[in-house]
Structures are given as structure tokens and as C-alpha cells.
């Protein structure tokens, strides 16, 4: 049996407010955290392992600006399914963890979703029409 460690993290700036996506392997996560980070240089995510088969994350919300943290055991990442981080404080989504094709998916849904309300708000790329 082939366990894919492949994980894609779709996530929004604090800073710059683009979105980004980032692949990584979780053999990638050495006994340290590892950072994730825009290409504005702002820090967007830290994943590491915990004691046994744990894994643990904190974001750098784009909502509120905060830090959420979450915990899983290590199979729950590892699966097919797609994780939503969404911000504790308003409960918006924040971002995206779990097979790369699932996270291409929810961002292009996200996008979508985002220009019809932007749209029903009168703007047009980035511009009050």
C-alpha cells in the first residue's frame, strides 16, 4: 500500500493579501517546526510533529490577525480529505490543508465565491464600479 505524504496548504497573507498555495512532503518535518512563509517574507503558517503520531499548527490569521493553533493525529492529514482553517474570532475561512488537487479545488471555489460578492458589492478588479 502507497501512502501519499505529498500535502498542499492554501493560504491567504496577512501582509500582502495574495493568496498562495504551497506543497510540501511531510517527511519534510524534521524534529523542529516548519515555517511556511509568503513571498513578501511575511510567516503565513509553522507545522511540526508532536510526541507519537501527532502533528501541530499554528496560523497567522488573516481575519483577525491573530494566532490559531489546532492539533491532529498524523493519519488525519495524511488523508483524502480537505482540512478548513477557519479563524476562531469570526469563523471565516482562512485557508486550506490536504491533498493538492482538493486544495486547487477550494481555492478555485474560494475565488470564484470572492468575485460574485465583490461583484454584488459594486467592484471590479479592485476598482468601485
Known amino acids: 500500500m502507497v501512502i501519499c505524504t505529498e500535502v498542499a496548504c492554501a ?35 509553522d507545522i511540526g510533529r508532536q510526541k507519537g503520531k501527532g502533528l501541530w499548527i499554528q ?3 488573516v481575519i483577525c490577525g491573530g494566532l490559531h493553533f489546532w492539533h491532529f493525529p498524523r493519519w488525519e492529514v495524511l488523508g483524502q480529505e480537505l482540512f478548513t482553517f477557519f479563524c ?19 481555492t478555485k471555489q474560494l475565488d470564484h465565491t470572492l468575485a460574485e460578492l465583490a461583484a454584488d458589492l459594486g467592484i471590479l478588479d479592485g476598482r468601485w464600479i
Open 11 to 45: 493560504l491567504y497573507c496577512p501582509g500582502c493579501g495574495s493568496l498562495e498555495v504551497y506543497n510540501f512532503s511531510l517527511f519534510s518535518l524534521g524534529r523542529s517546526s516548519f515555517p511556511i512563509k509568503c513571498p513578501c517574507g511575511t510567516p503565513l503558517l
Open 59 to 61: 496560523l497567522n490569521c
Open 88 to 106: 476562531e474570532d469570526t469563523g471565516l475561512e482562512a485557508g486550506f490543508l490536504g491533498p493538492p488537487s482538493l486544495v486547487q479545488q477550494a
